[in-house]
């Protein structure tokens, strides 16, 4: 088990920038892939951005160019850098950690970016 713990989000006007971390304990991310996803209401979780245990970043389509997914391993955290938000990006995110056929969700934080 690894227990995951989001913060960082919040309300932004458009055009700004929020970082979040998540937290991990339990296990090293070294040894994990680590993933933000995002759910907005009414609609399915999505894939925003992770990065591999061997630190290999991917990006969803819709933010690339604009998030920025990394980790520290010493902190045992992983960051998303979130620049130039829109409102289609307000959502509830979440960090998920996985390895093997191992599966561990945060509990998500929200980001609202409206003016």
């Known amino acids: 088990q690894v227990q995951l713990a989001e913060s960082g989000g919040g309300l932004v006007q458009p055009g700004g920038s929020l970082k979040l971390s998540c937290a991990a304990s339990?296990?090293?991310?070294?040894?994990?892939?680590m993933g933000w996803f995002r759910q907005a209401p009414g609609k399915q979780r999505d894939l925003v951005a992770q990065?591999?245990?061997?630190?290999?970043?991917t990006y969803a389509d819709s933010v690339k160019g604009r998030f920025t997914i990394s980790r520290d391993n010493a902190k045992n955290t992983v960051y998303l850098h979130m620049n130039g938000l829109k409102p289609e990006d307000t959502a509830v995110y979440y960090c998920?950690?996985?390895?093997?056929?191992?599966?561990?969700w945060g509990q998500g934080t929200q980001v609202t970016v409206s003016s």
């Open positions: 998920r950690a996985s390895w093997d056929v191992y599966v561990n």
């Open positions: 339990g296990r090293s991310l070294s040894l994990t892939n």
């Open positions: 990065i591999s245990r061997y630190g290999l970043p």
